[in-house]
């Protein structure tokens, strides 16, 4: 018994450190005038000095109470305090404070000459607009630069935008999102001197028949233009010698009240890789999964940046265009193609020692990769307040021919690579709203298909089941396909204080794996090395489930119960040995958390979680060996570790 009360102490103890550090966050005060009265709308902005960037800002409401977001470690601030009707106030503070009290004087102005400034900030609802003359500097080249000024927003080394910690759900120009997630297309080439305003939206719902049923905790970025109906772009050029340097690119956007589009082409060979601008950056690509076949070549240096390094010849070309068919229905085209050719040259040393023996391979790497990239993308839309409508294809071809010149221990080592890849994907989703109600039916399809063929002159293969021998010629093949279509309903109500969210559906995945050894030896011609070398696998996943969100809000507290559950039913089927096996999982995670928002900007949270999950670190298995690069043979056995999981 004493140990759990000793735990519950310590708990508690937690809980209002928490509490204290995260009230050291804040700074609450009020504004007043000489007669003691309150003084609304008035912009309150700190920074840690005079000279340095926003802190945060605030707007003082109709009793001329702030509540400003002060960074930790933060000893000192300087405030400033600004109002068309009072003098300005500016000073420094100390952050400990625990309440600060403002007193203003009037601000007289002297006829006939009167000058009225517009704030830079303003609100309405859950709208910030920004006036971007306010922000930008004559230093400042493109609009990633003016946004990086904002309190709230932060801009990554990838151009993704950030506000609040969170990425921006939709970027917008004129409400339109034409670009679909390639917004660094216009944030770093669309002119600046277009731009009138910025708007950030808090807690943006895109969808409209979902409006007033879910809030999300996001936002969105709407550049709204001096005029709605405009054509600017952008030019850029220059050339180097010794050796010879050449950079080119050119933007052109055009703006009407019914239609946006958007022509870039680009031409480098500095070390720029303008490709980048047609990224989707809506998606999270950190579990992108890594190439199971590759060329032998260095690393990129790390945390150096890519135009030091990289040595390029990159040409680029892409489109964006988006019609209003209609009052709510939107037509979008995208495309783009990309060819480079990219050297990569290094040396590497490394050293194997098992204790007794120490072997090393000194390493000249000179390797060349020439991609070629395709994509097109078309999109129709209808989001009106009772009926939304999205179909979504997008397919996209890659071919990549690459060459290595490498020299081992003074030996040459020359490889190649020839690799295809077809990756196309449908999204189709039909969501109706009924008063508080909203149904919805959506279909994702997947396919891709990536072919390998690694040629190595001479290849070195030693296994444990393998003697140690040296073809003078060996031939990787591989073919990996993969097929995934998730279908599912989603079903939306609010009932009062009461808001769900039930989703039930069906996932099926397949992925196939065929490879193979091909050598020549001084006394052979073209053989396959067996079957401990090929694969002929496959991997099929059937995972029905449902997922219920349940919210309750009243005031400033918040229940939210989520009820996910799952079961995946596999089966591995591997042709070569005719062995075929079939195992499920469970997978469950509810969660119940608690939130309460104090008058003095405090919260209290709580909450607890169970997980009965596995950890899938392979989508395939293969069984027979498989040459990765030149020295690198491995095999894997397909493994799902399972675990069992409380949060509290």
Same mark, same amino acid.
């Given at each position: 018994?004493?140990?759990?009360?000793?735990?519950?102490?310590?708990?508690?103890?937690?809980i209002?450190?928490?509490?204290?550090?995260?009230?050291?966050?804040?700074?609450?005060?009020?504004?007043?005038?000489e007669?003691?009265?309150?003084?609304?709308?008035a912009?309150?902005?700190l920074?840690?000095h005079?000279?340095?960037p926003?802190?945060?800002?605030?707007?003082?409401?109709?009793?001329?109470e702030f509540?400003?977001?002060?960074?930790?470690?933060?000893?000192?601030?300087f405030?400033?305090?600004?109002?068309?009707?009072?003098?300005?106030?500016?000073f420094y503070?100390?952050?400990? +404070?625990?309440f600060?009290?403002?007193?203003v004087?009037?601000?007289?102005?002297?006829?006939?000459?009167?000058?009225i400034?517009?704030d830079?900030?303003?609100?309405?609802?859950?709208?910030?607009?920004?006036?971007?003359?306010?922000?930008?500097?004559?230093?400042?080249?493109?609009?990633?630069?003016?946004?990086?000024?904002?309190?709230?927003?932060?801009?990554?080394?990838?151009?993704?935008?950030?506000y609040?910690?969170?990425?921006?759900?939709?970027?917008?120009?004129?409400?339109?999102?034409?670009?679909?997630?390639?917004?660094?297309?216009?944030?770093?080439?669309?002119?600046?001197?277009?731009?009138?305003?910025?708007?950030?939206?808090?807690?943006?719902?895109?969808?409209?028949a979902?409006?007033?049923l879910?809030?999300?905790?996001?936002?969105?970025?709407?550049?709204?233009?001096?005029?709605?109906?405009?054509?600017?772009?952008?030019?850029?050029?220059g050339?180097?010698?010794?050796?010879?340097?050449?950079?080119?690119?050119?933007?052109?956007?055009?703006f009407?009240?019914?239609?946006?589009?958007?022509i870039?082409?680009?031409?480098?060979n500095?070390?720029e890789?303008?490709?980048?601008?047609?990224?989707?950056?809506?998606?999270?690509?950190?579990?992108?999964?890594?190439?199971l076949?590759?060329?032998?070549?260095?690393?990129?240096?790390?945390?150096?940046?890519?135009?030091f390094?990289?040595d390029?010849?990159?040409?680029?070309g892409?489109?964006?265009?988006?019609?209003?068919?209609?009052?709510y229905?939107e037509?979008?085209?995208?495309?783009?193609?990309?060819?480079?050719?990219?050297?990569n040259?290094?040396?590497?040393? +490394?050293?194997?020692?098992d204790?007794?023996?120490?072997?090393?391979?000194?390493?000249?790497?000179n390797?060349s990769?020439?991609p070629?990239?395709?994509?097109?993308?078309l999109i129709l839309?209808?989001?009106?307040?009772?009926?939304?409508?999205?179909?979504?294809?997008?397919?996209?071809?890659?071919i990549?021919?690459?060459?290595?010149e490498?020299e081992?221990?003074?030996?040459?080592?020359p490889?190649?690579?020839?690799?295809?890849n077809?990756?196309?994907?449908?999204?189709?989703?039909?969501?109706?709203?009924?008063?508080?109600?909203?149904?919805?039916?959506?279909?994702?399809?997947?396919?891709?298909?990536?072919?390998?063929d690694l040629?190595?002159?001479?290849?070195d293969?030693?296994?444990?089941?393998?003697p140690?021998t040296?073809?003078?010629?060996?031939?990787?093949?591989?073919?990996?396909?993969?097929?995934?279509?998730?279908?599912?309903?989603?079903?939306?109500f609010?009932?009062?204080?009461?808001?769900?969210?039930?989703?039930?559906g069906?996932?099926y995945?397949?992925?196939?794996?065929?490879?193979?050894?091909?050598?020549?030896?001084?006394t052979?011609?073209?053989?396959?090395?067996?079957?401990?070398?090929?694969?002929?696998?496959?991997?099929?996943?059937?995972a029905?489930?449902?997922n219920?969100?349940?919210?309750k809000e009243?005031?400033n507290?918040?229940?939210? +119960?989520?009820?996910?559950?799952?079961?995946?039913?596999?089966?591995?089927?591997n042709?070569?040995?005719?062995d075929?096996?079939?195992?499920?999982?469970?997978?469950?995670k509810?969660?119940?958390?608690?939130?309460?928002?104090?008058?003095?900007?405090?919260?209290w949270?709580?909450?607890?979680?169970?997980?009965n999950?596995?950890n899938?670190?392979?989508?395939?298995?293969?069984?027979?060996?498989?040459?990765?690069?030149?020295?690198?043979?491995?095999?894997?056995?397909?493994?799902?570790?399972?675990f069992?999981?409380?949060?509290?």
């Amino acid at each position: 018994m004493n140990i759990y009360r000793l735990y519950y102490i310590c708990l508690l103890v937690s809980i209002f450190s928490l509490q204290k550090i995260y009230a050291q966050q804040q700074l609450k005060g009020v504004i007043k005038d000489e007669q003691n009265k309150p003084v609304g709308s008035a912009n309150v902005i700190l920074h840690q000095h005079e000279d340095t960037p926003i802190f945060s800002f605030s707007i003082s409401n109709e009793k001329g109470e702030f509540l400003l977001k002060i960074p930790q470690n933060v000893d000192s601030a300087f405030i400033i305090i600004t109002h068309l009707s009072y003098a300005k106030q500016q000073f420094y503070i100390r952050t400990s +404070l625990p309440f600060l009290e403002v007193i203003v004087s009037e601000q007289k102005y002297e006829l006939p000459e009167l000058v009225i400034k517009t704030d830079p900030v303003t609100r309405r609802g859950d709208t910030l607009f920004f006036d971007i003359n306010h922000y930008r500097n004559d230093s400042d080249q493109n609009i990633e630069q003016v946004l990086s000024k904002i309190p709230g927003i932060t801009i990554e080394s990838n151009g993704r935008i950030l506000y609040d910690g969170l990425d921006i759900s939709k970027f917008y120009i004129e409400g339109l999102d034409m670009l679909e997630g390639r917004y660094r297309i216009a944030t770093r080439n669309l002119s600046i001197d277009a731009i009138r305003d910025i708007e950030i939206i808090e807690h943006h719902q895109p969808i409209r028949a979902l409006d007033s049923l879910v809030r999300p905790d996001n936002a969105a970025i709407n550049l709204r233009l001096k005029s709605n109906i405009a054509v600017t772009g952008s030019l850029r050029g220059g050339v180097g010698l010794q050796p010879a340097l050449y950079l080119g690119d050119a933007d052109i956007f055009g703006f009407t009240k019914k239609q946006q589009f958007n022509i870039s082409a680009s031409a480098n060979n500095i070390g720029e890789n303008k490709s980048d601008n047609f990224q989707n950056l809506y998606i999270d690509y950190n579990n992108v999964a890594s190439d199971l076949i590759s060329i032998n070549k260095v690393l990129p240096p790390f945390l150096v940046k890519e135009n030091f390094y990289l040595d390029n010849q990159e040409f680029t070309g892409g489109y964006n265009y988006l019609r209003k068919i209609a009052a709510y229905t939107e037509l979008k085209w995208q495309g783009f193609v990309r060819k480079d050719r990219i050297l990569n040259v290094g040396t590497r040393s +490394l050293r194997y020692n098992d204790g007794k023996n120490e072997v090393v391979f000194e390493e000249i790497l000179n390797a060349s990769e020439k991609p070629l990239d395709f994509n097109n993308r078309l999109i129709l839309e209808h989001n009106a307040k009772k009926i939304f409508f999205r179909a979504d294809v997008n397919t996209e071809l890659n071919i990549i021919k690459s060459a290595a010149e490498n020299e081992i221990n003074g030996a040459a080592f020359p490889e190649s690579l020839m690799k295809h890849n077809v990756n196309s994907t449908a999204e189709l989703t039909t969501l109706i709203r009924h008063k508080n109600k909203a149904y919805q039916i959506n279909s994702d399809i997947e396919y891709q298909t990536t072919d390998y063929d690694l040629k190595l002159m001479p290849v070195d293969i030693f296994t444990a089941d393998f003697p140690v021998t040296r073809f003078q010629e060996a031939l990787q093949t591989g073919e990996l396909q993969r097929f995934k279509t998730d279908t599912y309903s989603n079903l939306f109500f609010k009932i009062k204080n009461i808001s769900g969210q039930v989703n039930a559906g069906i996932i099926y995945n397949r992925i196939a794996l065929n490879t193979n050894i091909i050598v020549q030896n001084d006394t052979t011609e073209n053989e396959s090395l067996g079957q401990a070398f090929q694969n002929q696998n496959s991997v099929s996943e059937l995972a029905p489930y449902i997922n219920q969100v349940y919210k309750k809000e009243k005031n400033n507290s918040k229940w939210t +119960l989520s009820l996910p559950f799952l079961v995946s039913l596999f089966n591995i089927n591997n042709k070569l040995i005719s062995d075929e096996s079939s195992f499920n999982i469970l997978i469950t995670k509810p969660k119940l958390d608690y939130y309460l928002k104090l008058p003095d900007g405090r919260y209290w949270s709580m909450g607890y979680g169970f997980e009965n999950d596995y950890n899938n670190f392979n989508t395939f298995f293969y069984e027979g060996y498989i040459i990765q690069a030149n020295r690198n043979i491995t095999r894997s056995i397909f493994d799902i570790n399972q675990f069992q999981q409380h949060n509290i």
